[in-house]
């Protein structure tokens, strides 16, 4: 399976009162995993946003395990769950700094002209990084049998 990993250092002001990561943190966390991931693939997101294409956040979701402090490191993975060639689902796990899991989620995505936020074919408009997402699901895909 395809997947990138992205340490994070956790920063006093990403904590709350209880010296633990505020829960929103971790979506922000996700987000530097994908762009991770997209950039593992080869391509750039920024890139993509100077064509006049965006990737609004369609749905998230997290369950949280065990806490994370300030001073420690995470580790965020993240990976492709599903693609059709519109939308796509990217799957996280954000380790601690020993290995054990913090935090589990996705995060669904669409891509829209900027403008409009009409849709897009991912497959016709980026070829190549469709093609990628096909391969980095196929990879899962052939794991998970």
Known sequence: MFVTTKEIEVR????DQMGVVYHANYFIWMELGRTSFIEGLGYNYAEMEK?????PVIDIQ???????????KAIVKTWVEEYDGFRVTYGY?????????????????????????????????????????????????????
């Not at 064509?51 to 990737?55: F, H, T």
């Not at 997290?62 to 420690?72: D, H, I, L, N, S």
């Open 12 to 15: 006093y002001a990403e904590t």
């Open 51 to 55: 064509d006049g294409i965006i990737s």
């Open 62 to 72: 997290a369950t949280y395990k065990k806490p994370v402090r300030y001073g420690e």
């Open 93 to 145: 796990e954000i380790l601690t700094q020993t290995g054990e899991i913090a935090v589990i989620g996705n995060s669904k995505h669409v891509c829209v002209k900027k403008d409009s936020f009409r849709p897009i074919s991912i497959k016709r408009m980026f070829p190549e990084w469709h093609a990628a997402y096909e391969n980095a699901k196929k990879q899962n895909n052939a794991e998970n049998v």
